[in-house]
Nanobody, 123 residues
Framework: DVQLQAFGGGLVQPGDSLRLSCVVS????????IGWFRRAPGKEREGILC????????YYEDSVKGRFTMSRDDAKNTVYLQMNSLRPEDTAVYYC????????????????WGQGTQVTVSS
């Protein structure tokens, strides 16, 4: 049974940084694609970026390019989302999700989801 646990959210000010973690159990990162999604207030859940099994990051949301990066620690089976220069429009519940090998921006492509962690960017 694949389980994901996302944590690290919080309340920060514009321009601050935050790192989210996604701990994966039940599958190894070496044969997984891990995507980060977010659901902003009043909006649908959207894919923002994804790290595939070859450790390549694919961006689906232009507004996070140059500010958000992903990395992984295979020993801890954990994927990280480093978010810099946060903006109020980044406020959302952030979710990580896992699937085999290839990335996708579609929520329906992922079967395994973490519980979500709230990120609020406000002065």
């Amino acid at each position: 049974d694949v389980q994901l646990q996302a944590f690290g959210g919080g309340l920060v000010q514009p321009g601050d940084s935050l790192r989210l973690s996604c701990v994966v159990s039940g599958r190894t990162l070496g044969n997984s694609a891990i995507g980060w999604f977010r659901r902003a207030p009043g909006k649908e859940r959207e894919g923002i970026l994804c790290l595939d099994d070859n450790d390549v990051t694919i961006y689906y949301e232009d507004s996070v390019k140059g500010r958000f990066t992903m990395s992984r620690d295979d020993a801890k089976n954990t994927v990280y989302l480093q978010m810099n220069s946060l903006r109020p429009e980044d406020t959302a519940v952030y979710y990580c999700a896992a699937r085999g090998y290839r990335c996708s921006a579609s929520t329906t492509a992922f079967r395994s989801w973490g519980q979500g962690t709230q990120v609020t960017v406000s002065s």
